[in-house]
T-cell receptor, first 112, second 114 residues
Framework: DAKTTQPNSMESNEEEPVHLPCNHS???????IHWYRQLPSQGPEYVIH???SNVNNRMASLAIAEDRKSSTLILHRATLRDAAVYYC?????????????FGKGITLSVRP | DTAVSQTPKYLVTQMGNDKSIKCEQN?????MYWYKQDSKKFLKIMFS???????INETVPNRFSPKSPDKAHLNLHINSLELGDSAVYFC?????????????FGSGTRLTVV
């Protein structure tokens, strides 16, 4: 499985932007970059995914480096509800590595 | 309307018992999954069904048996429960298996074996 590396934890202040980094130096050409988050006592929740271009949705933005070896999930204005574990996951387009395989993720704390 | 629903939400049972967890999705997805999250919070995939056919079967004891009566349902039956089976079990679904599709997860079933 292609692997990702994330810091263990990060703190942010409420209403400020948050940039969550992810390194994936062994990414292959057809690997999609997925982000999920898990709020306390809830199931994982899809956040965003992309292949090469930056992506925006109502929850977040995904900035993908030109060489695709790293990406950054951007929460534009953190709220207390955004405190969660965020997982950066590579998924192949097809085959055995297309399944969603979770790592340790990064724990985001949000200060009021 | 809950997209992926699991029942029960909590399950406390004794060692050696047999129990089932049910999962239903109303998203029209073709693929469903079972994940296990242990006390250390690691999420591991256990099984995946695509159009009622088993496509992923990770290294899981054969006491665990998934059953998919139709595309909208994937149940998990566990025989001879052991203390180590205590965990939160999550059901998920996706439109298809390809990496371009996201997963939708249920809210989990917390299983406690005493």
């Amino acid at each position: 499985d292609a692997k990702t590396t994330q810091p263990n934890s990060m703190e942010s202040n409420e209403e400020e932007p948050v940039h969550l980094p992810c390194n994936h130096s062994t990414i292959s050409g057809t690997d999609y970059i997925h982000w999920y988050r898990q709020l306390p006592s809830q199931g994982p929740e899809y956040v965003i995914h992309g292949l090469t271009s930056n992506v925006n949705n109502r929850m977040a933005s995904l900035a993908i480096a030109e060489d695709r070896k790293s990406s950054t999930l951007i929460l534009h204005r953190a709220t207390l509800r955004d405190a969660a574990v965020y997982y950066c996951i590579l998924r192949a387009l097809t085959g055995a590595n297309s399944k969603l395989t979770f790592g340790k993720g990064i724990t985001l704390s949000v200060r009021p | 309307d809950t997209a992926v629903s699991q029942t029960p939400k909590y399950l406390v049972t004794q060692m050696g018992n047999d129990k089932s967890i049910k999962c239903e999705q109303n998203l029209g997805h073709d693929t469903m999954y079972w994940y296990k999250q242990d006390s250390k919070k690691f999420l591991k995939i256990m099984f995946s069904y695509n159009n009622k056919e088993l496509i992923i079967n990770e290294t899981v004891p054969n006491r665990f048996s998934p059953k998919s009566p139709d595309k909208a349902h994937l149940n998990l039956h566990i025989n001879s429960l052991e203390l180590g089976d205590s965990a939160v079990y999550f059901c998920a679904s996706s439109q298809a298996t390809r990496g371009v599709y996201g997963y939708t997860f249920g809210s989990g079933t917390r299983l406690t074996v005493v």
